[in-house]
Each structure stands twice: as structure tokens, then as C-alpha cells.
């Protein structure tokens, strides 16, 4: 996949299409937020959740918390692949976060702890 | 970036690797930067990885062009400064250097036309040197 492309995520629930990614503006908002991007592993509790939520930022900001809340407990929960997709939306994170420290420097490596 | 100012290098990159700044404080500083360089707001927030290249890229010109300017500015600065002196200087009865009546031919195209304003004058010249005679 060419590294100027951003890695999404698109499901469809109740005829409603989503697509889920991350820009600037989210991770600009998790981290306002308290999002902790070093210690993603060690808060299993809650960072599951807030990558899926944070993964709204982008594109449906206006769906509400009690909305994400359901398609949360959709897709993450009550779904045998859940884990598999915190997986890939913490790998879509730290790709956008190692394609902001890459630009425009582009010699600075970035590695999450 | 009319008035030919460009921000400063992004050396703040390094500063969130060694701690010296949070991730909040480089991600300001990051979207400053892009903004500083002609983005959008909302480009910097929610714009394709694409736009973020481009500018990169125009920004780059843009200062190689910045650069160029000053240097022909430099050089228009030098002529006028020898053409003053050269006058002010000049021996009684004579006259110092002129200015140059047009802009140094930069283009091919105003290459050609000084060329031709100079066969024009050489003839001028010739017809007048015959007429004296």
C-alpha cells in the first residue's frame, strides 16, 4: 500500500456506512483528551475504546458517544474478530503518528514504547 | 509568504524525541508549521497525506524563487551603487556610467529583444556617424 495513503476501516451497520480512520485532527483531539499513545497496552480497559472512538473524529464527529457506545459493543464486544480490530485500529494510529514525525524532516524515527 | 519570510527550519522535531517537548506541544508546533507554509486549517486537520507532499514541495520552490529574487535585488543594488559612484567620481566634463534604461535580460526571450535593441542602436549610430560625415 502506498505510504501517502491513509489506512481505513469501512463497515456498514443498520445501512449506515462508516469509515473509520485517523488525521491529524483526531490524534490532535485524543491527545487533548488524554489519550495515552505510550501506554496503549498497559490500559486495556479504556484504550480499546477510545481508539474506537477517536476513530470517529475524522469523519462522524457527530455521532454521539451513545451511539459509539453500541457500535462499540457491535463490533468489539459482542464480535469474535473485536480483538483483531483494536489491532488494526492501534496499528492505524501509530502508522498516522509515525507518518506525522516522519514529515517534514523525514530522519526522525519514531518508535511507540 | 509574499514578503518573501519563510519559518523557521523545523528543528522542534527533535525536541519531542528528547523529551523536551509533550506530544501536544509538537503536534501544535507540527500543524503551525504546515500552516505557516500556506495550508489551510482544515487541510492540516483533515486533508489527504498527498496535500501535506505538495506543499513540502511548493514551499521548496518557494524559497529557491525567494532566493533568486534577493540575489537579482543584490545585483541591482551594486549596479545603481556603481553607477552613483562612478558619477559622483567622474572627471570634469565626463560623465559617469548611466544606469542601465532596462532590466538585466533574465529569460531567452529578453535576451533576444536586448540583442535587437542593441543592432538597433549600433545602426542608429552608423546612420549618424554618415550623416556627419
Redesign the interface.
Known amino acids: 500500500m502506498d ?4 489506512k481505513k476501516i469501512k463497515f456498514s451497520v443498520d445501512g449506515v456506512d462508516y469509515t473509520l480512520e485517523y ?3 483526531s ?2 483531539k485524543m ?2 483528551d488524554g489519550f495515552n ?1 505510550n501506554k496503549m497496552e498497559d490500559n486495556i480497559v479504556n484504550a480499546p475504546y477510545d481508539l474506537f472512538s477517536g476513530a470517529f473524529i ?1 469523519r462522524h464527529n457527530y455521532v454521539p458517544a451513545t451511539e459509539r457506545d453500541r457500535l462499540y459493543e457491535l463490533l468489539v464486544n459482542e464480535n469474535e474478530e473485536g480483538q483483531n480490530l483494536v489491532e488494526c485500529l492501534a496499528d492505524m494510529l501509530k502508522d498516522e503518528l509515525e ?3 516522519s ?3 523525514g530522519n ?1 524515527t ?1 518508535a511507540m514504547a | 509568504m509574499g514578503d518573501g519570510v519563510t519559518p523557521p527550519p523545523p528543528n522542534y522535531y527533535n525536541g519531542w524525541q528528547d523529551n523536551s517537548l509533550s506530544l501536544g506541544q509538537f503536534l501544535d508546533e507540527w500543524c503551525a508549521y504546515y500552516m505557516a507554509i500556506g495550508m489551510t486549517r482544515n487541510e492540516v486537520m483533515n486533508g489527504e497525506r498527498d496535500a501535506f507532499d505538495d506543499y513540502d514541495r511548493a514551499h521548496e520552490y518557494r524559497r529557491v524563487q525567494n532566493n533568486q529574487s534577493y540575489h537579482l535585488e543584490g545585483l541591482y543594488n551594486y549596479i545603481a551603487l556603481s553607477c552613483a559612484l562612478s558619477s559622483a567620481f567622474a572627471e570634469k566634463g565626463k560623465k559617469g556610467t548611466p544606469y542601465p534604461p532596462y532590466p538585466i535580460p533574465l529569460t531567452q526571450t529578453e535576451r533576444e529583444a536586448e540583442k535587437k535593441r542593441n543592432i538597433e542602436k549600433t545602426l542608429e549610430w552608423v546612420k549618424k556617424r554618415k550623416r556627419n560625415a
Do not use: Y
Open positions: 505510504k501517502r495513503e491513509r488525521t491529524v485532527a490524534v490532535r491527545e487533548r499513545f475524522a507518518w506525522i514525525v514529515k517534514p524532516s526522525v519514531w
